[in-house]
């Protein structure tokens, strides 16, 4: 029903992108118009699952291989997409949210081929960590694993590889990106739907208020975000007790747990209080009462001050109504890299968090879709420059 609510609400973006295919076909053997060319024939593809898709007419089926990448002392598995022809080709890395789509999902697998046949192999991690909705900071060891992968095979130019991180990907794909063995090499960094600060973070689903520049507005998180936050500060107690009591009080929300409260430690106490806490003014002090264990993993995978590496263009996209990850988090990330890196910052409204949603007025699907479109076609110029 969404996807033929969606095609039913957007069919003004039809003739938009038609008048753009037909300019671009004017110039379409110049870098620009191969780019605005296949950025107008993408998109569509990209955004909804299509009763008919004229992108396998004209464009040959990717071919896709699984890998193992090595990590730390562990392997994590990956799907290639590659173009059908041998390249070499740019690339891209997909660092995705937690839990990350299943190999065979419909969505994925649709961007990762789309992407191929747009002449971009697609290296599609699957980290069994986002699979229990952890974030572990050797994501980012993974992560730089298939740069160096990528780097290596003769299909792709190393020149051209870049990441797009999707929600608690994003700030994964940063820091990888920043880091000193590949930051002069990595291509550009894609932040969509991504968190700067996990103070904030967490300070925002815990309390219901997000703050930017002096002002709070109200924002209510969805149950998802709060449940995987909740998980990952309660994974870092010591006593299996806390983590149990807490498991069942506040992720599983088992019936009674709540008699249990009495059985926690000083630790488990503190980590529900602050968990449980409505008061903005009080998260600080809280904050503190946590075990280091917990702390640790707070600010090792926050942004501030770990970007000083950064060195590729960056787009940042966040939807304005999210409420998986406050729009917020991308301003902070926008001011804090502005002036450092070449950037591209871009607020929407007709994602769901990360997922088209046909529940938007058709001005607003037509003007946001010419954003994407546009944010589209900047990347798919920069491969078209770098070949030239």
Known sequence: MERYLLLRRSWPLLPAFAVILLVSLWFAFTTYG??????????????????VRPVTWVTDEPRVERILLPYEDRYMPADVYSPADEGPHGALILSPGAPPLEPDDPRLVRLAGDIARAGIVMLVPFSPDLE?????????????????????????????????????GSPLALLAASDSRINEDVFFVVSFGGYYDLHDLIK???????????????????????????????????????????????????????????????????????????????FDALLARLPSDAVAFLDTLSL??????????????????????????????????????????????????????????????????SKLLFHLYQILLLFENQAG
């Not at 003769?154 to 797009?164: A, N, S, T």
């Not at 009674?256 to 503190?270: S, V």
Request: no cysteine; hydrophobic share 40%; net charge negative.
């Open 132 to 168: 229990d909705e952890l974030i572990q900071p050797r994501e980012v060891e993974a992560l730089i694993s298939a740069f160096e992968y990528l780097e290596a095979r003769p299909d792709v130019d190393g020149e051209k590889i870049g990441y797009i991180g999707v929600s608690i």
């Open 34 to 51: 191969r780019a605005a060319v296949s950025a107008a024939f993408f998109l569509p593809d990209l955004m909804t699952d299509l009763p």
């Open 204 to 282: 925002s689903i815990t309390t219901g208020v997000i703050s930017y520049d002096g002002t709070d507005e109200s924002w209510e998180p969805r149950r998802h975000t709060v449940k995987v936050m909740s998980k990952n500060i309660i994974a870092r107690l010591d006593e299996p007790q806390d983590r149990r009591i807490l498991t069942d009080l506040l992720v599983e929300r088992e019936p009674g747990a709540e008699a249990k409260l009495n059985a926690l430690t000083a630790q488990g106490r503190a980590a529900y209080d602050l968990l449980t806490n409505r008061d903005p003014a009080r």
């Open 304 to 369: 501030p001050g770990r970007l000083e590496g950064l060195r590729a263009e960056t787009f940042v996209l966040h939807d304005r109504s999210d409420r998986y990850v406050p729009y917020v988090e991308s301003r902070r990330l926008r001011d804090a890299i502005e002036g450092r890196v070449k950037l591209h910052y871009t607020e929407v409204n007709i994602f769901e968090h990360v997922e088209p949603t046909a529940q938007r007025a058709a001005h607003v699907l037509v003007t946001d879709s």
